[in-house]
T-cell receptor
Framework: AQKVTQAQTEISVVEKEDVTLDCVYETRDTTYYLFWYKQPPSGELVFLIRRNSFDEQNEISGRYSWNFQKSTSSFNFTITASQVVDSAVYFC??????????FGTGTRLQVFP | DTGVSQDPRHKITKRGQNVTFRCDPI?????LYWYRQTLGQGPEFLTY????????KSRLLSDRFSAERPKGSFSTLEIQRTEQGDSAMYLC?????????????FGEGSRLTVL
């Protein structure tokens, strides 16, 4: 069965701190996709990244980086030098070769000035 | 270009009433999705369309729920005989058809409160 677990319900940091959001997934398929979405207070989910199961290279985009490790079924997300505008709920999601996404329960990140 | 728009943004209704939500996707997107999100949870898939064809429905979509996309453009989601358990945010998303994208463009949602 497919499942995404985000064990951290809420994280609070002070601006400029680095923060890592954890994501652990379960799937029986060998082909799958992992995603991160951001949901700011306005409510509109915003796509951040997609990773397929055959590409374990880590990715960096500005202050954001993602660490995909198949051995531990994890796809963690790190924000470097956090800013107040990073405050949002972040969702990890899994797809088994379809556009139907299975979302985790989300991690609420609060960045204080 | 506007993004995905949903109407109404908020709806308060009494138990047993019918409600309908509308979603207008990004104009060139041929796939349209409905998700439901309850407080403290991630979005849960309900159904999706490719053009006007409804290709998949979740078991969450009981007989009281019906979704349509008659001309392959906007979509409606109707809930009949609402129950308090239907209270949630109903999210619409759209995407372009490729093998797999996962890059769904979401609207701001329609929040339903059933009293």
């Amino acid at each position: 069965a497919q499942k995404v677990t985000q064990a951290q319900t809420e994280i609070s940091v002070v601006e400029k701190e680095d923060v890592t959001l954890d994501c652990v997934y379960e799937t029986r398929d060998t082909t799958y996709y992992l995603f991160w979405y951001k949901q700011p207070p306005s409510g509109e989910l915003v796509f951040l990244i997609r990773r397929n199961s055959f590409d374990e290279q880590n990715e960096i985009s500005g202050r954001y980086s993602w660490n995909f490790q198949k051995s531990t079924s994890s796809f963690n997300f790190t924000i470097t030098a956090s800013q107040v505008v990073d405050s949002a709920v972040y969702f990890c999601a899994l797809s088994e070769n379809t556009d139907k996404l299975i979302f985790g329960t989300g991690t609420r990140l609060q960045v204080f000035p | 270009d506007t993004g995905v728009s949903q109407d109404p943004r908020h709806k308060i209704t009494k138990r047993g009433q019918n409600v309908t939500f509308r979603c207008d996707p990004i104009s060139e997107h041929n796939r349209l999705y409905w998700y439901r999100q309850t407080l403290g949870q991630g979005p849960e898939f309900l159904t999706y369309f490719q053009n006007e064809a409804q290709l998949e429905k979740s078991r969450l979509l009981s007989d009281r729920f019906s979704a349509e996309r008659p001309k392959g453009s906007f979509s409606t989601l109707e809930i009949q005989r609402t129950e308090q358990g239907d209270s949630a945010m109903y999210l619409c998303a759209s995407s372009l058809e490729v093998v797999v994208t996962g890059e769904l463009f979401f609207g701001e949602g329609s929040r339903l409160t059933v009293l």
